[in-house]
């Protein structure tokens, strides 16, 4: 990997250290790449000032800049905008745009910089169901700008990039996630919940694209294996529905969000096996993650989990298709699956071979 001397600056998260999610943790460990490897070109990250009460001026050998906007919500759109006139401003020689939110400027920033752009477009994300009326038709507009005027556009699934292929005919560079950040770590004991010995784990926002419904309805079917589930129930109608529903069902385990990576290594390496009831976004953080635990995986059946995984994992469509996988998920023909995930992630999806890939790009 041949470093140049460039200014690369760092668009589209909250900031670092990372405090939200993938896109943060993502510059969090680029930052973290570029300083134990004292690599020659500066880089900058953007970080929300709402996010930070203390405005560090640095993280590591990053330099931080601070925009007073929140970097999430309808507000990440000037956000984003924002933080790339300052880049430019600042003479940033390479910009990192983390997904598409302020893609509508690109066209205005082509026109007075020749810095090089380079933008992850997320998972399609126009696609959620959250999204709807005029905000999916902005996101999808979005997206089409993003891909038409930058430099290089990276997909973070094999089968987002052939999305991009067959809807815009450009060659997307496939660069996925780490996910051994989550192994790292001490585990914690999570000492204030009586859990069972024996439990199935699942930890996401509790949304409808992520199947959460499914999922629980199919364990609240069986009691041989309890479920344990991390999410925010609370931030929705549709999560505390579904918690109200199965209320009853002492075998169910929904707990609030836990965002400390020791106590939720201690849930994910004491789990049967995990369910991941994703379907859109590309490669799930929450995916990679638990495959580094060499657990068997119960993945909902889609070309992004299918892709990630390498069809390693059991797939399943509806509620009864995962009762039956329940059933046979906890035995010894269950197990190569997890030894076969574990060497996936080890081969694909750690931050050394994250950021080298990212870094040889941006290069």
């Known amino acids: ?46 970080c929300s000032s709402k996010s930070y009460s203390a405005k560090n001026p640095s993280f590591l050998s990053a330099h931080l800049k601070y925009v007073p906007l929140n970097a999430n919500g309808v507000q990440s759109i000037p956000y984003d905008i924002w933080s790339l ?26 026109l007075v910089s020749s810095a090089r752009i380079v933008t992850n477009i997320d998972g399609i994300e126009w696609r959620r169901q959250k999204w709807q009326g005029l905000a999916k038709r902005f996101l999808r507009f979005s997206e089409k700008i993003a891909v038409r005027f930058s430099d290089a556009v990276i997909s973070d699934n094999a089968a987002i990039a052939e999305y991009v292929k067959q809807t815009y005919g450009v060659n997307s560079h496939v660069i996925a996630y780490g996910g051994d950040h989550a192994v790292a770590v001490d585990a914690i004991a999570v000492d204030e919940l009586d859990l069972p010995d024996r439990y199935a784990f699942s ?5 409808p694209e992520n ?27 549709y999560g505390r529905a579904i918690r109200t529903r199965y209320a009853a069902c002492s075998h169910l ?32 953080p929450s995916l ?3 495959m580094h635990f060499g657990r068997p995986i ?27 996988l329940i059933r046979i998920a906890d ?5 190569k699956v997890g030894h076969d995930l574990l060497e996936i992630a080890q081969r694909r999806y750690t931050w050394d071979v994250v950021a080298n890939e990212y870094f040889s790009l941006l290069n």
């Not at 069986?222 to 931030?235: E, K, S, T, Y």
Request: with cysteine.
């Open 1 to 46: 990997m041949k470093q140049l001397n460039r200014k690369i600056a760092i668009l589209g998260t909250c900031g670092v250290p990372a405090r939200y999610g993938g896109f943060e943790t993502l510059a969090e460990n680029l930052a973290k790449f570029h300083d134990r490897l004292s690599l020659p070109n500066s880089i900058t990250v953007y």
């Open 85 to 110: 006139f300052s880049a430019v401003w600042n003479r940033n020689d390479v910009i990192l745009l983390l997904g598409v939110s302020g893609a509508i400027a690109l066209p205005l920033v082509r």
């Open 203 to 207: 930890v996401c926002r509790i949304e």
């Open 211 to 237: 199947n959460v419904h499914l999922i629980v309805e199919a364990f609240s079917r069986q009691d041989a294996i309890p479920l344990v589930m991390v999410g925010n129930w609370n931030n929705s109608e």
């Open 253 to 284: 385990f929904l707990l609030n969000p836990i965002y400390e990576l020791g106590k939720l290594k201690t849930l994910r390496s004491n789990a049967v096996f995990y369910v991941h009831g994703h379907s859109a976004g590309g490669t799930n």
């Open 288 to 290: 990679v993650e638990a």
């Open 298 to 324: 119960l993945a909902f059946d889609c070309s992004f989990n299918r892709a990630t995984t390498e069809e390693k994992a059991l797939f399943f469509s509806t509620s009864d298709e995962l009762l039956e």
């Open 331 to 335: 035995g010894p023909q269950s197990e």
